[in-house]
């Protein structure tokens, strides 16, 4: 089945980066579109961004726009999200997710990903 591993998380001052890795153990991502999801403290999940499976296509939510970038490298399996000029409001637990089924477009809907990595805190705070 495999799993999805994120890393890069930690504790940042307002105005901040930090990067976050997401890597897969036991398949490969090859031709699956990726995304970036985050739980906010007593919040639902929400789409953060994502990547289609060739690389060209993005897309992101508006409260990350202009501040985050997400990438991928697919020689060296693994999904980026570059986050920039972080704010209070981007503490949470950050998931790395897998498309249903590969060659599928982008999409900001939980419930098209059927693989989920275990989450990664980023706490963003003065």
């Known amino acids: 089945q495999g799993q999805l591993v994120e890393s890069g998380g930690g504790l940042v001052q307002p105005g901040g980066s930090l990067r976050l890795r997401c890597t897969p153990h036991?398949?490969?991502?090859?031709?699956?579109?990726m995304a970036w999801f985050r739980q906010p403290p007593e919040k639902e999940r929400e789409f953060v961004a994502a990547?289609?499976?060739?690389?060209?296509?993005?897309n992101y939510a508006d409260s990350v726009q202009g501040r985050f970038t997400v990438s991928r490298d697919d020689p060296q399996s693994t999904v980026y999200l570059e986050m920039n000029n972080l704010i209070l409001e981007d503490t949470a637990v950050y998931y790395c997710?897998?498309?249903?089924?590969?060659?599928?477009?982008?999409?900001?809907?939980?419930?098209?990903?059927?693989?989920w990595g275990q989450g990664t805190q980023v706490t963003v705070s003065s």
């Open positions: 997710a897998r498309r249903r089924n590969q060659w599928r477009p982008m999409s900001m809907v939980p419930e098209d990903y059927d693989m």
């Open positions: 036991g398949f490969s991502f090859v031709w699956y579109t």
């Open positions: 990547v289609d499976y060739l690389g060209t296509g993005v």
